[in-house]
């Protein structure tokens, strides 16, 4: 049973920069697709980004992209989540989760809690005004 490890998450000031990390402990990120879903208290989990499973394909929601990547490096094991320019309102736990075998994101599907199989435990990201 593969167990997704999370790292990276802080406390930031607005208009800082933290990178996420997750490990799949027990298996490997190769020839599947990941996700970075987040959510904040009261608020449901909502999907952040996506990379496919040969990393050709990515999608972001609207209100992070041009401020967030995400990247996967087969070399270390890790999917990574690269958050620049923070706000206030990117403020939650932030969850890494494992898709598809051999699965593309450019669909809506990956961006629904529904399509992933495997999830971690999350990392507080709080970012102060």
């Known amino acids: 049973q593969v167990q997704l490890v999370e790292s990276g998450g802080g406390l930031v000031q607005a208009g800082g920069s933290l990178t996420l990390s997750c490990v799949p402990v027990?298996?490997?990120?190769?020839?599947?697709?990941w996700g970075w879903f987040r959510q904040a208290p009261g608020k449901e989990r909502e999907f952040v980004a996506a990379?496919?499973?040969?990393?050709?394909?990515?999608n972001y929601r609207d209100n992070v992209k041009g401020r967030f990547k995400i990247s996967r490096d087969a070399a270390v094991n890790t999917v990574s989540l690269e958050m620049n320019s923070l706000k206030p309102e990117d403020t939650a736990v932030y969850f890494c989760?494992?898709?598809?075998?051999?699965?593309?994101?450019?669909?809506?599907?990956?961006?629904?809690?529904?399509?992933?199989?495997?999830w971690g435990q999350g990392t507080q990201v709080t970012v102060s005004s």
């Open positions: 989760a494992r898709g598809d075998a051999w699965g593309d994101v450019h669909t809506r599907r990956p961006m629904t809690p529904e399509w992933y199989k495997s």
């Open positions: 990379i496919g499973w040969n990393g050709r394909t990515a």
């Open positions: 027990g298996g490997t990120l190769n020839y599947y697709a």
